[in-house]
């Protein structure tokens, strides 16, 4: 006979919580009732029944071998280093992700009411994808939270997909829907799988790109907006645009702007014709200046995330300059980092100042003088941790 164990209990109105260090539940049926946390601080394995009328909280690895009823109740992520998930193809009523770290899931998730994306990202391993159903929800979505793996949502007139890469948030948005309550999914995907475009309709195409399924019913198509996010090919906004892979030809053609915002570093672009496809990316339709010995400097540094873009100063052709001089003072005007020979390899400038006493630069707008031995260059960058 199956054993029934209630965790929790809801008395005079006040919550009740329960908690253990780990959870390894062999055959029995525990059941969470309403208005109660069951808090785990390390691992879980279920390889019985779980009922959630309350909300199980999860800080190690969760392995669901057995039977999760969702019920009422709502299931937290929350650990802030790398967390397993294995919910065996089942489904949570409601999902909260938490605590930060990176919370890989290796097999599907259904979300019956809403997911929650509050800090860490959902990492899909084995093609694992995150499944919201109609009338469910995702709320959030952030550089901090999101979803780096396929998320099939059904379609609303404006959908809206939290996803990115392992290292980058890159969310989509389609406008104008037509076909409401299609179930479709978008994954960002990096490297862009496809490096052939119309060189008449495009200069330069981005490193990452969307792949596009519809899963159950039709899509006719819609606007699309796409990101843009450390694209320093695009030189003018305005010469931004959407592009679609041509079927089977393996080439990205050109699906035009209507709108854009923001810049290079930080901004999006809406295509000015319906995306049908199955593969998208951002591409730069002005002409692309070819530099020479000209010194120029990419004006924004992004030192904590070390991602390979923008973790240092950079200033083009600085090379061919050997005897340089480079000087970077803060809003007030204070020498707080010089440089002789800077060379955008071992001599750089990384957000520490290197003047007086070294120490960490706040966030802010800085400015540079650089001297190549024939002319002084000025200007500002920001730096952004």
Do not use: C
Request: hydrophobic share 35%; charged share 15%; aromatic share 10%.
């Amino acid at each position: 006979m199956n054993r029934i164990v209630y965790i929790g209990l809801f008395i005079s109105g006040v919550f009740a919580q329960s908690s253990a260090q780990s959870l390894f539940n062999n055959g029995m049926t525990i059941s969470v009732k309403s208005n109660t946390v069951l808090s785990i601080g390390e691992n879980a394995t279920n390889n019985g029944t779980i009922i959630n009328n309350g909300n199980l909280l999860i800080s190690g690895a969760w392995q669901n071998n057995g039977t999760y009823d969702a019920g009422t109740g709502d299931f937290t992520l929350n650990s802030a280093g790398d967390q397993i998930v294995n919910h065996n193809a089942q489904s949570f009523e409601r999902l909260i992700i938490r605590g930060g770290g990176n919370k890989i899931f290796q097999a599907d998730i259904t979300i019956n009411d809403d997911l929650s994306l509050q800090d860490g990202i959902l990492v899909s391993e084995n093609g694992a994808r995150i499944i919201i159903e109609d009338n469910a929800s995702v709320s959030g979505g952030t550089q901090q939270s999101y979803i780096a793996g396929p998320l099939f949502i059904h379609l609303s007139e404006e959908s809206f997909f939290p996803i990115g890469t392992s290292s980058t948030y890159l969310p989509v948005r389609l406008n104008g829907v037509s076909n409401i309550n299609t179930l479709a999914g978008f994954e960002a995907l990096e490297p862009n799988p496809v490096s052939t475009f119309e060189s008449n309709q495009a200069s330069a195409i981005a490193d990452y790109a969307w792949s596009f399924e519809v899963e159950e019913g039709q899509f006719d198509g819609s606007l699309i907006t796409l990101p843009i996010v450390d694209l320093d090919f695009i030189e003018e906004m305005n010469e931004a645009i959407v592009l679609q892979q041509n079927g089977s030809s393996a080439t990205y053609s050109s699906l035009g702007a209507s709108t854009f915002s923001g810049d290079n570093i930080a901004g999006d672009v809406t295509s000015a014709e319906p995306a049908t496809g199955s593969l998208f990316t951002v591409g730069y339709a002005g002409i692309i200046s070819t530099p020479g010995t000209e010194i120029s400097v990419i004006n924004v540094i992004t030192p904590e995330t070390q991602d390979g873009k923008h973790d240092f100063l950079k200033i083009i052709n600085i090379e061919e300059y050997p005897s340089n001089t480079v000087n970077i003072y803060n809003r007030w005007g204070d020498l707080v980092y010089e440089a002789s020979g800077y060379n955008n390899a071992d001599i750089v400038f990384t957000g520490e100042s290197n003047v007086g006493s070294n120490q960490t630069l706040d966030n802010g707008t800085y400015y540079y003088a650089i001297d190549t031995g024939s002319e002084v260059k000025s200007g500002f960058f920001v730096l952004r941790r």
